[in-house]
């Protein structure tokens, strides 16, 4: 007697959910044509202020002349000219604030990251703080356009008594055009070391058109934002909170999801904190962060700090 077996296929509903989605590693996207973009920063301190020291590029990624207006930081704005980023671009960037250094990083407007039919652009950061430095990370947001395919990480390495305050903006899709984030992939990993140790790991993955992470992730909203201050305390920790829920009615208003937490390495003597946001646009995160970073400057220097010009544009 033969058996006969009706072949039923099933369709899991799990086949598109990011955490289970392969991610492109690093080594694969070597051998991707495209533009290769790279530029390294020095950061030393003199007499009077910090200088631009060591400079070394090589393609489509420089620096302006730097900036100081608040006497000894050195403000730098980041130039990519060709104005966005396409599939098969590599773009490495690396900065370096020496000891006694106080250096502010920024980019005079959004990253975009345009459609691709299959390549993937790749923008690796490296960033590190000697003892008694200070280095700023404060780019403005990346936007994602639908179908972009991109992978973005981050190492920061930062020697026990360095200070480090950086963000990262991301906004899937063009809200303000009503375009989502329907199709594409945004992946990559965000490192933080103190000495030797690891005390940050974070991967990122957002795939486009994934209806479970965009209502149980993202909870509908087209931007996430993720704020990094070392060198946290108690007093800092408990006035971030406050701050917090001194602009919740401002932050129900615009939208935005806040919260704040901290992370300290094995022996607790090096305390992380983290500030978290999810929203409809911009400018309601950006200034939540920079309300975050204007306090922390005041309490690590006593005086309040000048932001970046062009942040006004």
């Known amino acids: ?9 099933i369709k899991s509903p799990l086949t598109n959910i990011a955490s289970i989605t392969p991610k492109p590693l690093p080594d694969d996207l070597e051998s991707q044509q495209g533009w290769r973009a790279r530029l390294e920063l020095g950061f030393s301190a ?23 207006p608040e006497g000894d ?60 430095a200070m280095l700023e990370w404060l780019p403005q947001e990346n936007i994602y356009f639908p179908e972009a395919r991109v992978r973005l990480d981050t190492e920061i390495d930062i020697e026990p008594g360095g200070r480090f305050i950086g963000w ?4 899937f899709g063009r809200p303000a055009l009503k375009e989502g984030f329907t199709s594409g992939s945004v992946v990559g990993c965000t490192q933080l070391r103190i000495g030797n140790e690891l005390i940050i790991a974070e991967q990122l993955n957002v795939q486009g058109g994934d209806q479970h992470q965009q209502s149980a992730g993202l909870r509908g909203n087209p931007m996430l934002g993720t704020m990094i201050v ?55 995160m950006m200034a939540l962060f920079t309300q975050v970073w204007l306090s922390v400057r005041r309490t690590w220097f006593g005086n309040k700090p000048n932001t970046p010009r062009i942040w006004a544009t």
């Open 1 to 9: 007697m033969t058996a006969i077996h009706n072949s039923i296929e």
């Open 46 to 68: 003199n007499a009077t202020k910090t200088v631009l020291k060591h400079r070394k590029q090589l393609g489509p990624l420089a620096v302006q002349r730097p900036l100081y």
């Open 73 to 132: 930081v050195c403000h730098t704005y980041l130039l990519h000219p060709p104005g966005g980023v396409v599939g098969g671009d590599k773009l490495s960037i690396s900065a370096r604030s020496e000891t006694d250094a106080k250096a502010l990083i920024t980019t005079p407007g959004a990253t975009k990251f345009y459609r691709s039919s299959g390549k993937y652009a790749y923008q690796r950061q490296h960033l590190s703080v000697e003892a008694g």
């Open 168 to 171: 990262e903006m991301h906004c």
């Open 230 to 284: 070392t060198e946290s305390d108690e007093p800092l920790l408990n006035m971030v909170q406050t701050l917090l829920c001194d602009y919740q009615e401002y932050l129900l208003e615009n939208k935005v999801v806040a919260g704040v937490t901290e992370v300290t390495d094995s022996s607790g003597e090096h305390r992380v904190m983290i500030v978290r946001a999810m929203g409809d646009g911009t400018e309601p």
